[in-house]
Each structure stands twice: as structure tokens, then as C-alpha cells.
């Protein structure tokens, strides 16, 4: 069993920044891909940004590039999301979620992952 906590979350304005945190507890947290996703009042749940547990290799979906920084803490079993210039459309509950198995490869599929955690909820305004 994997716990997964998010923090960080808040009401910011438009070209602000903030930064996810994601307490992990439970099994191994090293090798096992990492993920964010997002979910808007009214649409589907989607990938935002996954980190591999193999090589740390990153992945950004293209509304993203540039903007969001993923990283992880294997020591102390964090994930963190760096977002910067932040816009309305950024505006949703963001969840963290660990991957099925050991040094398995980042997905970008909500089926990929096995752990959620709560949400923390993002609110930019414009």
C-alpha cells in the first residue's frame, strides 16, 4: 500500500507561481514512475507531467513545456511540481500518483498508475 499526500495548492493571479509537493509513505518509493495529473470542473483527468524512477528522465504535456518543472526526492520520498506562469486554464484539482510496478515506464494514462492521492486544488486568476 502507498500513501499519497499533495500540498501546496492555492488561489494565486495570473503569471504566478507555485509549487506541489507530494509526501509519499508505504512501499519503496525509488523505481517507480511518478505522475501528475489535473482535473477541471467538468472534464476528464488528464496527464500533466510523469518522472521516471529508473533514470529520472521527464515528461511534460505540450500546455505545459517550458512552464512546469517535475522533480523528485527519493531519500525523502517526495515529488515536487514547479508551476510557473501560471494562467486561468491552469485552474483544477491536481493529483500525484504512483505507477504499478518497479521500473516500469511512465504513463500518461490515468490506468497507468495504481496510487492517488487526495488533490490539492489550483485556482489562478485572471
Known amino acids: 500500500q502507498v500513501q499519497l499526500v499533495e500540498s501546496g495548492g492555492g488561489l494565486v493571479q495570473a503569471r504566478d507561481s507555485l509549487r506541489l509537493s507530494c509526501a509519499a509513505s508505504?512501499?519503496?518509493?525509488?523505481?517507480?514512475?511518478m505522475g501528475w495529473f489535473r482535473q477541471a470542473p467538468g472534464k476528464e483527468r488528464e496527464f500533466v507531467s510523469g518522472?521516471?524512477?529508473?533514470?529520472?528522465?521527464?515528461y511534460y504535456t505540450d500546455f505545459v513545456k517550458g512552464r512546469f518543472t517535475i522533480s523528485r526526492d527519493n531519500a525523502k520520498k517526495m515529488l515536487y511540481l514547479q508551476m510557473n506562469s501560471l494562467n486561468a486554464e491552469d485552474t483544477a484539482v491536481y493529483y500525484c500518483?504512483?505507477?504499478?510496478?518497479?521500473?516500469?515506464?511512465?504513463?500518461?494514462?490515468?490506468?497507468?498508475?495504481?496510487?492517488w492521492g487526495q488533490g490539492t486544488q489550483v485556482t489562478v486568476s485572471s
Open positions: 500518483a504512483a505507477g504499478v510496478s518497479r521500473y516500469g515506464l511512465v504513463a500518461r494514462s490515468p490506468s497507468g498508475y495504481v496510487y
Open positions: 508505504g512501499r519503496t518509493f525509488s523505481g517507480y514512475a
Open positions: 518522472i521516471s524512477g529508473i533514470d529520472g528522465s521527464t
